[in-house]
């Protein structure tokens, strides 16, 4: 089943269940009011999301049109969301920036941060900074959701937990990075809020391309229109979900409704800026960067501005998002 969260006035706004073709959702209200309540209670209202489910795709009940940018982020406000690193390629490419360090590319153990959950942002909504000086980047990344996940989970008991799968664009300032390693407490200043795919789906719904605890489809990027990327969420993923989710677990245990990132997901390849359409590309600016300055000597590929725009999505196939785009602008904050 594919689920979507809508404003209404609420901080957590309204649950409803979207058809497999994003184009129709019905109010899941009667079900649980928002998804962190549909979470709380899985073992009930999974088998009841699920027969609405059936029933909006068959065309069994009456329906709404889906409008994604209507939709809240999934868990608007969540418990916890965890970033991971399970893509080492990515640090291979970015150990070189300003306090990155050669140590922490551990590939026996997966490194994380635990980012702000308070305000998690809509497919729609803007990538607001202070100052577009920072050197704003997207990250492209899987998230999954979990239920609740006991202290030092075994991988079976991690992989137990996943509940449902998005995408997400886990937004760094660059520039202010270092500052936040160097303090020695990590990312802080340097990660303002995180934005999630419009929906939701549960495992089942992604049939054979996921397994392994990794999503074996293509992450497409485009910046102001232009591809930037479409590397294999599966491909040299070297710690799956499990893993981070066991990771995570270590010293406490998960709540239900808990996000864990993938971290930017990565191909190894030799490609440099502009990447053909059938190219495999990059996930954030400053991996495009890090292969420039190999190459050229200097990177070339400009940091976001104000009016800048990014689309995020998980495809299939045939290149049809799976659980719709996250569709950004840059914008700056004014009181």
């Known amino acids: 089943m594919k689920l979507a969260t809508l404003r209404n006035g609420r901080p957590d706004g309204q649950l409803v269940v979207v058809s497999g073709d994003l184009t129709r959702c019905v109010s899941a209200g009667k079900i649980a009011p928002h998804l962190q309540a549909a979470l709380d209670t899985w073992e009930t209202s999974a088998p009841a999301?699920?027969?609405?489910?059936?029933?909006?795709?068959?065309g069994a009940i009456a329906a709404q049109a889906f409008d994604p940018g209507l939709a809240l982020a999934p868990l608007p406000?969540?418990?916890?969301?965890?970033?991971?690193?399970?893509?080492?390629s990515h640090l291979e490419r970015v150990r070189t920036l300003a306090g990155s360090k050669d140590a922490e590319l551990q590939s026996a153990r997966p490194l994380l941060y635990q980012g702000g959950s308070d305000s998690l942002l809509g497919a729609t909504e803007p990538i607001l900074v202070s100052d577009d000086s920072l050197a704003v980047d997207f990250e492209a990344e899987i998230a999954v959701i979990t239920g609740p996940v006991l202290m030092r989970a075994t991988r079976a008991e991690a992989a137990a937990e996943i509940r449902l799968i998005t995408v997400c664009n886990d937004?760094?300032?660059?520039?202010?990075?270092?500052?936040?390693?160097?303090?020695?407490?990590?990312?802080?200043?340097?990660?303002?809020?995180?934005?999630?795919?419009?929906?939701?789906?549960?495992?089942?719904?992604?049939?054979?391309?996921?397994?392994?605890?990794?999503?074996?489809?293509?992450?497409?990027?485009?910046?102001?229109?232009?591809?930037?990327?479409?590397?294999?969420?599966?491909?040299?993923?070297?710690f799956d979900f499990a893993d981070l989710i066991a990771a995570a677990s270590e010293t406490r245990r998960l709540i239900a409704g808990t996000i864990v990132g993938s971290g930017t997901v990565t191909n190894r390849h030799d490609e440099v800026p502009p990447i053909k359409r059938d190219g495999i590309g990059f996930s954030?600016?400053?991996?495009?960067?890090?292969?420039?300055?190999?190459?050229?000597g200097k990177a070339r590929t400009p940091f976001l501005k104000e009016g800048d725009r990014v689309t995020i999505a998980i495809v299939d196939s045939a290149g049809t998002p799976v659980v719709g785009s996250i569709d950004q602008r840059v914008a700056l904050y004014q009181r």
């Open 77 to 88: 406000r969540a418990y916890s969301w965890i970033d991971g690193s399970g893509y080492l």
């Open 49 to 58: 999301l699920a027969e609405l489910s059936r029933a909006l795709n068959s």
């Open 171 to 238: 937004v760094s300032l660059r520039r202010l990075v270092a500052d936040d390693l160097q303090n020695g407490f990590g990312f802080f200043h340097s990660k303002p809020s995180t934005a999630f795919g419009p929906v939701v789906a549960t495992p089942d719904e992604f049939g054979t391309a996921w397994h392994d605890n990794k999503l074996h489809l293509k992450l497409r990027v485009t910046v102001n229109d232009a591809f930037f990327g479409q590397p294999d969420a599966g491909v040299d993923m070297h």
């Open 284 to 296: 954030c600016i400053a991996e495009a960067r890090a292969v420039e300055k190999l190459k050229y």
